[in-house]
Each structure stands twice: as C-alpha cells, then as structure tokens.
C-alpha cells in the first residue's frame, strides 16, 4: 500500500513538473476541474508504476536466491551481478542512440539518461550498504538499475521525453523504498516466527505439567 502510494505522489509531481506549459494555464486560470482531472491521470499512471516496481522487486528475490544457489559464492554472485549491472548501462546508452539518434546528433543526452538513473543509484545502493552491511551495496546497485531499466522498458522503446522521465522517477521512488525496507521486512518476519515457535513449545509444553499433576 505504501508503495502505491509512493508511486502515485511522485508522478503527480513529477507529471506536473515536466509537462508544466501543458498545464500552467489551468493554474493561472483556477481550472480546478482541469487540475483535478489532471492530478488524477497521473497518480493513476503512478500506481501503475508501482504495481510494475513491486512485480519486478519480488522477481529479483526470486532471481537473487536463484543466483546464490546457482554460484554458491557471495562473491561470485555479486561479480556476475557487476558485470550485468555494467552492460544494461551500456546498453542503455549504445543501443538507444544507434535506435534513436539522427544523423549528427550528440551522444551527451543519452549518456546524461544513464548518468540520472546512475546517481541515485549509487546513493540507494550506499544507503543499504550504510543500513545493513557492505556486501548489500552490489545487490541494492543490480536492483536499482538492471530491474529498473527491465521496468522501464516499454516507455524506453518509444521514446517519449515526456514518459520516460515520468516513469523513470516513479520506478526509482518506489523501487529505493522497496529495497531500503527488506532489511526491516526480513527481521520483523524472523521476529514472528520466533514468537510463533515460542507459543507453540509453550502449547505443546503445557499438556505434560498436566498429565504429571494428574498422576500425583
């Protein structure tokens, strides 16, 4: 639930944001049925993104265990996840420039894309390390970049400025809450489980005191 609603917020304002002289009139005018109808179209699309974030979050789980199972290694595991991590980035630059660019245009935007979904991945990625342990950093990184750009995908093929800034830092949002709380999901799921075991021993314990004050 929180995770739609992180969704929604943020491509609201970010939707504003980007599109702000497709809709500045609507402000400057008091529109309010205008702005209303606005604000809903994109928390609409935002909890869309959200629910694409936390499909792709519980994928990645599945594929993180599979990989740890498969390598055997942490370390291992995590090489091959810095080499994968490394060539989504190039090809997120490389590929869409030869898909996209014209003749003569600059390389700069589509390096620049890579470089804004870089960033704040390094700073979640550092983040989770800080929150947990340093072996968290790779994994948190191959998240917040290789499962993103897997999210991102369908708006990347067409192209649109407009869309893919929209959902890109909706995914991000959604995406570095997602993988800041799993720490604190994992614990208070142990923690369950342990108070669960507890009552039960305590269940199973309870017929013996019995049955020994019932014989004397």
Known sequence: MTTLLIGGIT????GFIINWNDYVHYFTEFR??????????FILWGFLYSVVSQMGFFAYLTVHRFGLGIFKSVSLWNGVQVVLTLFVLFDLVYLRYETFAKSGDSLLPYIGLAVLL??????IAWYKAKQTNREAFIPALFFMIVVTVIEWFPVL?????SWIYL??????????YQILILHKLNSQS?????????????ITKSPKKISKKTVH
């Open 190 to 202: 142990q923690q369950h489980r342990q108070s669960r075991q507890s009552s039960n021993n305590k």
């Open 11 to 14: 491509s609201a304002i970010v």
């Open 32 to 41: 309010i049925i205008n702005i209303l109808s606005a604000l809903f179209w």
């Open 118 to 123: 870089l960033i704040p991945a390094l700073v």
């Open 167 to 176: 959902m890109l830092f909706s995914l991000l949002a959604c995406n570095a």
């Open 157 to 161: 093929r067409v192209n649109e400025s």
